[in-house]
């Protein structure tokens, strides 16, 4: 089945500065691939998802770029704040009939001001 | 329109007892998905229903689990004979397109 490498576990920033995760995954069967960041008791929120037919994608100050020859994906925020504080945790999925998301272990951001 | 709703927020229960998880998916949302978060874990994938077909079972860790859902929308997820590692935070997601999916709030569940 499938299975989500996600590093680094931890990573702390200075604000302004930009920060990177990243994520493999062994099924090439795999085509949707989403990210979500959870704050402290709270749910995870979907923040930008890529497709395997496309090589990246952007929305604002977050960029998500997939190599799916290589199986690899990377999260990239730039000029982090401390909002941005949170763990973020990547997932792929088959979409379809089997639509279940398998998630990376997350990484804690941390944005110090 | 509203989210996915989750009951209860908290539930503490004694070993051994059995439990029941409720998820009100987003309306028109043919897909519900289960999850469960450990103390600082990843989320593991448990159970699959989408529309009137089979659910994909395959992430139920033992046969103590178990998940309905009735008429297509509400799901129940019952766990049998409680033991202390299945206390974790368990999470409802719902989608329509099969790939995007939203997360309810969650239910914590201590078993003491």
């Known amino acids: 089945g499938e299975n989500v490498e996600q590093h680094p576990s931890t990573l702390s920033v200075q604000e302004g500065d930009s920060a990177v995760i990243k994520c493999t995954y062994s099924d090439s069967a795999s085509n949707y691939f989403p990210w979500y960041k959870q704050e402290l008791g709270k749910r995870p929120q979907l923040i930008i998802d890529i497709r395997s037919n496309v090589g990246e994608k952007k929305d604002q100050r977050i960029a998500v770029t997939l190599n799916k020859t290589a199986k690899h994906f990377s999260l990239h925020i730039t000029e982090t704040q401390p909002e941005d504080s949170a763990v973020y945790f990547c997932?792929?999925?088959?979409?379809?009939?089997?639509?279940?998301?398998?998630f990376g272990k997350g990484t804690k951001l941390s944005v110090k001001p | 329109g509203a989210g996915v709703s989750q009951s209860p927020s908290n539930k503490v229960t004694e070993k051994g007892k059995d439990v029941e998880l409720r998820c009100d998916p987003i309306s028109g949302h043919t897909a519900l998905y289960w999850y469960r978060q450990s103390l600082g874990q990843g989320l593991e994938f448990l159970i699959y229903f989408q529309g009137n077909s089979a659910p994909d079972k395959s992430g139920l860790p033992s046969d103590r689990f178990s998940a309905e859902r009735t008429g297509g929308s509400v799901s129940t997820l019952t766990i049998q004979r409680t033991q202390q590692e299945d206390s974790a935070v368990y999470l409802c997601?719902?989608?329509?397109?099969?790939?995007?999916?939203?997360f309810g709030p969650g239910t914590r569940l201590l078993v003491l």
């Open positions: 997932a792929a999925s088959r979409g379809g009939s089997q639509g279940n998301l398998i």
């Open positions: 997601a719902s989608s329509f397109t099969q790939e995007t999916q939203y």
